[in-house]
Nanobody, 115 residues
C-alpha cells in the first residue's frame, strides 16, 4: 500500500521560511517523479515544484528563486524549502508521486502565511 506523509506545515509570518517533507512508503521511490502542489482557498490546485528521478527540477514562476525542491532517495523523502514566504503562498500543500500512469497523493499539510 502506497503512503505519502507530508509534514512541516504551520503558521509562518511573511518573509519567513519553512521546510516541508514528504516521506513515501510502499513504492520504489527512486523511480518516481515527485511533485509539490498547493491549493489555496477558493482556487484550483496548482503545481509548485517537481523533481524527476534524475533530479531535474521544475518550478512555478510564482515561486522561482524562493522555493527549492530536493529529494533523498535513501530516505524515500522529498523536501520543499520555502523562503521569503508571502501571504499569497497560503495554501494546503500536497505531495504527489508519479510513475507512468500511476499517481499517488498525500493528505496535505497546511501553510498559513500571516502576521
Amino acid at each position: 500500500q502506497v503512503q505519502l506523509v507530508e509534514s512541516g506545515g504551520g503558521l509562518v509570518q511573511p518573509g519567513g521560511s519553512l521546510r516541508l517533507s514528504c516521506t513515501a512508503s510502499g513504492l520504489t521511490f527512486n523511480l518516481y517523479t515527485m511533485t509539490w502542489y498547493r491549493q489555496a482557498p477558493g482556487k484550483e490546485r496548482e503545481l509548485v515544484a517537481s523533481i524527476t528521478r534524475t533530479s531535474g527540477t521544475n518550478y512555478a514562476n510564482s515561486v522561482k528563486g524562493r522555493f527549492t525542491i530536493s529529494r533523498d532517495n535513501a530516505e524515500n523523502t522529498v523536501y520543499l524549502q520555502m523562503n521569503s514566504l508571502k501571504p499569497e503562498d497560503t495554501a494546503v500543500y500536497y505531495c504527489n508521486a508519479r510513475f507512468s500512469t500511476i499517481s499517488n497523493w498525500g493528505q496535505g499539510t497546511q501553510v498559513p502565511v500571516s502576521s
